[in-house]
């Protein structure tokens, strides 16, 4: 007898979306900068409040095409690398949009860089011009240049000092130049973090990059009324693209309150300039909510807000939305290889979908869940790597073909090396990276899953989980946590916290209360350096040593 039951069942759905189609913008960022002038005139583009600067987008449009001149006159030409190795700045802004109208490569430099790394992206990227300022209160680069060069014949001709009469000089002696650029041209080259040996150049082109600010807007609901305040760095994509390009694209002001993130300032620009629209990391945003100056600050023009750069936990997201106004707050993912947005909710979806999600494809993306090892497409529902394809997968790593070939399948599928579920309505649930997943004794904990657990703590302000090395359950779980301001717990009361509520196996072993986390230049937490530490002053160094399959 037939089991009717078992021959008429659907097979189970694959985890597979495609955002919505749109048409793609055929622009250079020069255009798309040309265009804003020409539709918004008089509405002002840029706010520099450190360096008390505002400029109207037609302002803006014309100090771009005096930095092309400029770039000309030093005798780059179009392909030529130019590199910015700088915080945020009026100068950063100029370069991005005055390379792009003289066909010069912008090549991002971290300013965390020191000589070693330094050293290493002039030789790579065959920098030809560094634009730079002198010293801040973080280093002092002209000794830091002075000693990446010690020794070595780099391709670097022109050094140009931001506040220094080079940087004058050059913008009064500009040459005639020709926007020949097109869409397809590399306009852009980040370097990724290294954590995996040496860094990356991620090479963006026009069309990467223009048209994610366009995918990005759509989900944000961008226009010209939003004034967007944004402490991120301009040297990573969150700055440059979610923020300069998303400005661009819909006319939106964009705000820079500070050359690096300084919680005071971010609040003061956002209730000074009546901003619509603030941007961070969990990070930032975790240090904005603690100051103790925040209850005085009128932040009610605020009506969304991005956060990302992190995994988000849930508990901070509620909090932004209840205290910062922010009731459309939104969380973006990707990363500097696909421009960087891949998946994005909308300000309008529920909120359910904006704080339990990373959202799903923007336009003209498509996503798929594959096992990491086969890589065959996954069930609907099951955890596996994320994968995304189309005009947002970066051209190439720099001069790197055999680094290209291990992240872009021959089908141009991009490999994040990301966890995550896709949910039957094409939402994406981001479970962490696969290298970060502790196995403690056989089973799997996502630090993601442990964070936000102990973010519905209500002393904790801010937490971080690692696992590290033990000689009996090969790894277990450590947790920094901060306090929120005056509050005071114990080890146990965390641990008593847990019990019964997460699975044994996730209850952090370990526990140190810390009053800030290591972190990069673009306020990532730095897990690596959380781990080192611990395995330094517990005396486990013996134990990173044995070998595994």
């Not at 189609?21 to 020069?30: M, Q, R, V, Y």
Request: glycine share 8%.
């Amino acid at each position: 007898m037939h089991n009717t039951a078992l021959e008429r069942a659907e097979p189970p759905r694959l985890s597979y979306a495609r955002g919505a189609d749109a048409p793609l913008l055929e622009k250079t960022i020069s255009q798309l900068l040309a265009d804003a002038a020409r539709r918004y005139p008089s509405r002002e583009a840029l706010i520099v409040r450190h360096q008390g600067v505002r400029l109207t987008w037609s302002q803006l449009d014309g100090e771009a095409t005096r930095t092309a001149r400029g770039l000309a006159g030093l005798g780059l030409r179009p392909g030529d690398r130019a590199g910015i190795w700088a915080s945020n700045c009026l100068e950063w802004v100029l370069l991005l949009y005055g390379a792009a109208r003289a066909g010069v490569v912008l090549v991002n430099v971290n300013p965390a860089y020191r000589s070693h790394e330094l050293r290493y992206v002039l030789k790579k990227s065959h920098i030809r011009a560094l634009f730079l300022r002198e010293r801040d209160e973080r280093a002092n680069y002209r000794e830091i240049l002075v000693e990446s060069r010690d020794g070595d014949r780099l391709p670097l001709e022109h050094v140009v000092w931001f506040g220094d009469p080079t940087w004058d000089a050059m913008m009064a002696a500009g040459a005639d130049f020709e926007d020949r650029a097109s869409p397809g041209d590399v306009a852009n080259i980040q370097y990724t973090s290294g954590t995996t040996g040496e860094p990356k150049g991620v090479m963006l082109t026009h069309r990467n990059l223009v048209n994610n600010g366009m995918a990005i807007g759509i989900a944000l609901q961008a226009g010209p009324e939003d004034r967007i305040c944004a402490p991120v760095p301009l040297y990573h994509c969150f700055g440059s693209v979610i923020g300069l390009m998303v400005s661009a694209v819909y006319g939106a002001a964009i705000i820079l309150p500070s050359a690096q993130f300084d919680g005071l300032a971010t609040l003061e620009a956002v209730a000074a300039e009546r901003a619509t629209t603030l941007y961070g990391v969990p990070t930032m945003y975790v240090a904005e909510l603690e100051r103790p100056e925040f209850p005085r600050f009128d932040l009610t023009s605020l009506r969304k807000g991005v956060m990302s750069g992190a995994p988000c936990p849930i508990e901070l997201m509620k909090r932004v939305g209840e205290r910062m106004h922010m009731e459309r707050m939104t969380i973006p993912y990707g990363q500097t290889e696909s421009s960087p947005v891949i998946t994005m909710s909308s300000v309008d979806d529920p909120f359910e979908k904006r704080v339990m999600t990373v959202g799903a494809p923007l336009a003209n993306t498509e996503v798929q869940i594959v096992h990491p090892k086969t890589h065959a497409r996954l069930p609907v529902g099951e955890q596996g790597e994320l994968c995304t394809r189309g005009y947002l997968v970066m051209q190439g790593y720099d001069a790197d073909p055999k680094a290209t070939a291990k992240v872009i399948d021959r089908d141009g599928w991009l490999h994040t090396g990301d966890l995550a579920m896709m949910r039957p309505d094409g939402y994406i649930s981001f479970r962490g990276r696969a290298k970060d997943t502790i196995i403690r004794g056989g089973e799997n904990i996502y630090p993601r899953e442990v964070e936000d657990f102990l973010h519905t703590h209500p002393k904790v302000a801010d937490v971080h989980v690692v696992g590290i090395p033990d000689a009996k359950l090969g790894e277990t779980v450590l947790a920094w946590i901060q306090l929120k301001s005056g509050e005071e717990v114990t080890e146990g009361e965390i641990r008593d916290f847990c019990r019964g509520k997460i699975a044994y196996f996730k209850i952090p072993q370990y526990i140190r209360f810390v009053d800030g986390f290591p972190m990069t230049v673009s306020k990532k937490v730095q897990k690596y350096r959380m781990r080192e530490q611990e395995i330094r002053e517990r005396g486990l160094e013996e134990l990173t040593r044995i070998e595994t399959a």
